[in-house]
């Protein structure tokens, strides 16, 4: 998962998308999330470094992930890949 | 080390150009207790999804609408709507608090008969009497609001058979300055057929005319309305003295005050844009005392008054089933309470609020009920927290026709808890099971 070039985040939680013109808040949570995905970290990696830090179990972290990267998708931040590939 | 709390990662597109409606506070408002029971506690004694009434909030509800009047006008009568909620225990406190019944069906005459309300106390409305039901309300010495011209000519007939006398009114149509006009019930006042029908009942030997009735609508949000139909029905009140020299007795406006719910398309809630009691009060008493009726011969005000006097003191406590995003990304959530509950959510954004302040994150959701149907929409759109499955969630101002209107569909009717004056909690109708529903069916052999 990619985050595109036409993506600018700031410090505060602030994301622009300078190719659809959107902006989107991110509250601190979704923020450290998204360096992560910068950082090009996997799944596993990051669900280890939240469980560690957060009280959170597994379940529920992969579920709202998940959900987290769909609206990504959603609103274009991240690339889609074609998702009839079924990779 | 101690962990940090963990909040539900979330991710917002900035609209700009719409602000939030009526720029309202973004703390969230919770329910954690009903007169001071933890809803968790109700819930765990009762099961999800339950109804929940307040007897409190039922009896000071009544009381200020009471005194609103009372204190603007000298005789007033309130009579309680059993349609607008027909459970005994619901109707019994309005009796014991000096209500009277106000019925339209055979089936409501006699549900008020059998919680021990004197006949002659029973204002038997409706466009739905049969022969049957004409009778027994003269039995009972009700009074009879007639509707139309059959009915009258119905009850012309069937006091002459019985040999006995009906205490009638007249339900009046009429434009109150509102829209829309409910003129299918009753006789229409502009166009004189009102006034007709008092002059066939007065010529009827066995027919006591006594009263005047108009009902002009439901969540009624100007209170000028009431006085126009109060001035209208005090026109013919002196019409019918002068040429029959002869007062009436009462003249009934009917019910239609608007609770506090907020309409569906409304831009303001609903507590801040509809009238109090002491508003309507007013321009009702206004306008009687400053009509013609002589002081002395003033009517008793009647009052059919229903979902101002218990939608608030109604809830309904429900359980998240479900979070989900549709594909256009919009947040929605599914509850285990469905529209087959909730008639009113057709006209209302009902209210649905947490039992416990969580993230102050909120994001436009929209509430689904849990039957397979794509009606079953609670809210289309609301501003809500994150929350988990399993979380409890509160609807509140669900007291009036909810528990009337419900449908029996694809699942079980839920229980219905009062909560008394000494924080009792009482099943006041229990939930449904296989034997409910089946004991009425015949499967025939084959
Ligand atoms: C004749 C009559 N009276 C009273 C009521 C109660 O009305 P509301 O709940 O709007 O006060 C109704 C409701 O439709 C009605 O038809």
């Not at chain 2, 080390?1 to 973004?26: D, H, N, Q």
């Not at chain 2, 055979?106 to 004409?134: C, M, R, T, W």
């Not at chain 2, 009074?143 to 205490?167: N, W």
């Not at chain 2, 649905?352 to 689904?368: A, F, G, K, W």
Request: net charge negative.
């Amino acid at each position: 998962m990619k985050i595109t070039e036409d993506i600018k985040i700031s410090d505060n939680g602030f994301v622009f998308n300078s190719r659809t013109g959107d902006s989107f808040n991110l509250n601190p949570f979704a923020l450290e999330l998204m360096k992560n995905i910068e950082a090009e970290k996997s799944f596993d990696q990051i669900k280890a470094e939240v469980m560690e830090k957060y009280d959170i179990d597994d379940l529920s972290f992969e579920k709202d992930f998940y959900e987290f990267c769909a609206l990504l998708k959603h609103h274009q931040i991240v690339l889609q890949d074609n998702p009839l590939d079924f990779k | 080390m101690t962990k940090i709390t963990y909040e539900k990662p979330v991710i917002s597109k900035i609209t700009a150009g719409i602000p939030s409606k009526f720029g309202l506070p973004t703390r969230q408002k919770f329910i954690p207790d009903i007169d001071g029971i933890p809803v968790e506690m109700i819930m765990e004694e009762y099961g999800s999804p339950v109804f929940v009434l307040s007897e409190k909030t039922m009896r000071n509800t009544f009381a200020q609408a009471k005194q609103a009047f009372e204190t603007r006008y000298p005789k007033v009568q309130f009579a309680w709507s059993y349609k607008t909620n027909y459970l005994d225990a619901v109707c019994s406190i309005f009796h014991d608090q000096g209500a009277w019944a106000e019925v339209v069906s055979a089936f409501e005459f006699q549900k008020a008969l059998s919680l021990g309300v004197n006949g002659s106390n029973i204002l038997f409305n409706g466009p739905e009497k049969s022969e049957e039901d004409l009778k027994l309300a003269i039995e009972h010495n009700a009074c009879i609001h007639i509707d139309h011209f059959d009915e009258l000519y119905l009850l012309i007939k069937v006091t002459r058979e019985l040999d006995k006398k009906a205490r009638v009114a007249i339900r009046i149509n009429l434009d109150a300055g509102i829209y829309p006009i409910w003129d299918r019930f009753g006789f229409n006042y502009e166009n004189g057929e009102a006034w007709n029908a008092i002059n066939r009942i007065m010529l009827a030997e066995k027919l006591d005319l006594i009263g005047l009735h108009t009902h002009i609508g439901t969540y009624i949000m100007s209170a000028n309305a009431y006085a126009v139909a109060a001035s209208k029905l005090a026109n013919l009140y002196m019409a019918t003295h002068r040429k029959f020299d002869y007062w009436l007795k009462y003249i009934d406006l009917g019910g239609g005050f608007a609770s506090k719910n907020t309409l569906k398309g409304a831009y303001m809630p609903g507590t801040e844009t509809c009238p109090s009691f002491d508003e309507y009060a007013e321009a009702i008493s206004n306008a009687l005392i400053s009509s013609e009726i002589p002081h002395e011969n003033l009517p008793v005000l009647f009052l059919e008054t229903g979902r101002a006097l218990i939608d608030d003191a109604g809830y309904l406590l429900t359980t998240v089933l479900a979070n989900k995003r549709s594909t256009t990304g919009r947040r929605t959530m599914v509850i285990d309470a469905g529209v087959n509950l909730l008639f009113t959510s057709f006209w209302y954004n009902l209210g649905v609020y947490p039992t416990r302040q969580l993230s102050s994150h909120l994001e436009e959701s929209t509430i689904y009920g849990p039957l397979c149907m794509n009606i079953d929409v609670i809210r289309d759109a609301i501003n809500f927290p994150q929350v988990k499955t399993g979380e409890k969630l509160v609807i509140e101002r669900v007291g009036a026709y909810n528990m009337t209107q419900w449908m029996q569909f694809i699942t079980f009717r839920p229980n219905v808890v009062m909560i008394d004056l000494e924080r009792k909690m009482h099943i006041v109708r229990k939930k449904e099971n296989l034997d409910t529903l089946t004991s009425l069916e015949q499967n025939p052999k084959r």
